[in-house]
């Protein structure tokens, strides 16, 4: 009897939990998956109300709801709970034994899977679609896509899931009659799983390829050793396969030994248990044995053993039986086995090989839209690069010109500011030039004229003597003025000392200069050029004042803000006529001082009812 009889139900068993692993894993956090959204949420509760029916087996509500969430998955494009839905369907179909949807829609779930990374969940519908495969005698398939699932699982994780992928490797390998690489898969599968059930029954199957290897001592080793290790009695199935395959070892390893009651033994177990596969096993052996001894009854058990595989619907057990029917029986009825056993295989041949077709066409499928996807996004992200590339050259570009114009706009400004500095040098310069030259020059002669005039006075009358000197008198002050007020300024600690002195110089009798908010602490952080020109403009306002306003009374407010003055002029004079000449090109002499330090000046002037200046200085 072929190994199957022995594991194909742990394999069905296997495929029902490890899809169920799959679909009611925990929940993995993805870019449109986010914990917490709305969608999400949809999306969980709605794949709760699915595994709810399926755990009352309600197969059909299960998949009408499990279509709501696939159509609600791709409308809300949620990778995660698409991969979860096709899994769902795969298991649904396996329960309506649609081997080829089950593999279509379990394939569907890892490719999802494979965009989340979640090697885990990948891993575990590989394994599923392995075990398809096996059961469809894809047996090579089987195995390239166990070794795909075998890949991604790192660092032995999920030991359990692993030693069913070492199973499913076993499996195939014997169903090759690769009964070496079976036993290696075997001993694998039982180093990486602790559960007591999996271990009884990988044990037993180890012991079954050894039987195959024509190892019997080592077989019957690892039955006896299994008997004493564990207590069988608690699974009557496993105690009847383990008894069952006992006896047959032995008896393969000795043919005179009778082993007929361990036989019958374990066939009664199994028909109290109405365990259909396991009496597969103990009718297809004790047909074998009556062969040498008994016709009749190995027709009798052959017999049994093709009823049996009928109502399980499992053709490989069938055609065993037809192998051994044909034996035993008739020349006459072995004939008409014979029909039947070449018609059921040449069957089975061509379903396996289409499934077979089938799932390497999914597989080619999957593999070449991937492929296409990938060459579509390889495109596309070269596209979007060169897009991106362009824009980052333009921003460069912007900004080298940007840069340029900036450093072009500071290079002008600072030599604009060196320009006007120089200029402003310059002009302190001549203008101090200018007021030594009246002093030295134009003073010094006119005083010498006074001089002559007042020692040759018996040559000039008196009045006209008089008269003379008035004039040259009235000369000599003009020009000391003119040297005064473009004598350099006092910028340093003594400034306020010089402001002061200016200030007071301008009252007389007649006039009284009033001087509101004054701080000389103030004046320390202002620099060279604001001192300076703030000091012109005063003495300007001020020696307008005195020769054309005729003002009483002058008011002088400082006003002291964060980073800034605030000068307030007032005169009760007669203001500026239209027709001061003198005075209107003062005010834009005055002007022009206040814009080389930056700020600002206006006027407000009333003929006769005298002179307003505002003037804001940044200090």
């Known amino acids: 009897m072929k190994l199957n009889f022995n594991l194909y139900l742990f394999l069905l068993i296997g495929a029902v939990i490890f899809i169920f692993s799959c679909e009611k ?3 993995i956090s993805t870019a449109d998956d986010t914990p917490g959204n709305y969608s999400n949420k949809q999306l969980e509760n709605k794949l709760d109300s699915v595994n709810r029916f399926l755990d009352l087996d309600q197969i059909e509500s299960a998949l009408r709801l499990n279509n709501q969430l696939i159509n609600l998955a791709k409308s809300y494009k949620s990778v995660y709970f698409l991969g979860k839905a096709y899994g769902i369907s795969g298991y649904i179909k396996m329960n309506k034994d649609e081997d080829d949807s089950v593999f279509y829609y379990l394939n569907l779930s890892k490719e999802n899977f494979l965009k989340l990374n979640d090697s885990v969940n990948v891993s ?21 896509t166990s070794i795909e699932a075998l890949k991604y699982l790192k660092d032995d994780e999920n030991t359990t899931f692993l030693s069913s992928i070492y199973n499913c490797l076993a499996i195939s390998s014997f169903s090759l009659q690769n009964y070496d690489e079976a036993i290696y898969w075997y001993k694998l599968a039982l180093k990486s799983t602790d559960d007591t059930y999996s271990r009884q029954l990988y044990k037993n199957n180890l012991a079954v390829a050894h039987l195959h290897n024509k ?25 009847a396969k383990v008894m069952d395959n006992l006896a047959y070892a032995k008896w393969k390893q000795n043919p005179y030994l009778k082993p007929e009651s361990e036989f019958l033994e374990a066939l009664a177990i199994r028909e109290t248990h109405h365990d259909t596969r396991g009496k597969i096993a103990s009718h297809s ?3 074998e044995y009556y062969a040498v001894t008994s016709s009749e009854k190995s027709l009798l058990h052959a017999l049994n053993m093709y009823e049996n595989a009928s109502l399980v619907n499992s053709p490989d057990d069938r055609l065993e039986a037809l192998q051994k029917l044909i034996s035993a029986e008739k020349p006459q009825k072995a004939k008409e086995y014979a029909i039947v056993y070449t018609q059921l295989n040449d069957s089975l041949v061509k379903v396996r090989n289409t499934a077979k077709d089938q799932f390497a066409k999914i597989r080619y499928d999957t593999e070449r839209n991937r492929q296409e996807n990938e060459v579509l996004r390889a495109q596309t992200s070269s596209q979007q690069l060169e897009i991106e590339r362009r824009k980052m050259y333009g921003i460069l570009t912007i900004s080298l010109l940007v840069l340029i114009s900036g450093g072009a706009l500071a290079l002008y400004r600072i030599q604009k500011i060196k320009n006007q500095k120089k200029l402003n040098e310059e002009i302190h310069t001549t203008e101090n030039k200018i007021a030594k030259k009246i002093h030295d020059d134009l003073a010094n002669n006119v005083y010498q004229l006074m001089s002559f005039v007042e020692n040759n006075k018996d040559i000039i ?53 009033v001087l509101s908010g004054f701080n000389e602490a103030i004046w320390k952080n202002v ?19 005195k020769k054309h306003s005729k003002a009483s009374l002058v008011v002088l407010s400082f006003k002291f803000e964060k980073g800034k003055l605030n000068f307030f002029y007032t005169d009760n004079g007669i203001g500026i006529a239209e027709n001061q000449f003198i005075a209107k090109n003062g005010i834009r002499i005055t002007e022009n001082r206040i814009e080389k330090i930056n700020g600002t000046i206006s006027f407000a002037n009333k003929p006769d009812k005298g002179l307003k200046v505002n003037i804001s200085i940044p200090l």
Do not use: W
């Open 25 to 27: 894993n925990s929940s």
């Open 461 to 513: 009358s008196d009045e006209k003597k008089n008269h003379i000197l008035e004039k040259l008198d009235g000369i000599y002050r003009l020009s000391r003025n003119i040297s005064r007020e473009n004598s350099p300024v006092e910028t340093g600690d003594k400034y306020p000392e010089e402001l002061l002195t200016l200030i007071s110089s301008y009252k007389n009798e007649k006039t009284n200069v």
């Open 124 to 144: 575990k519908c590989l394994t599923n679609m392995a075990i398809i495969q096996a059961n469809q005698a894809d047996y090579s398939g089987s195995e390239l």
């Open 527 to 545: 620099n060279k050029e604001t001192k300076i020109q703030f000091y012109k403009v005063l003495q300007e306002l001020l020696t307008n004042m």
């Open 285 to 287: 052996h004790l047909s």
């Open 215 to 239: 190892n019997y001592s080592v077989a019957i080793s690892e039955l006896i050793s299994l008997q004493t290790q564990y207590d069988l009695t608690e699974n009557p199935e496993l105690q």
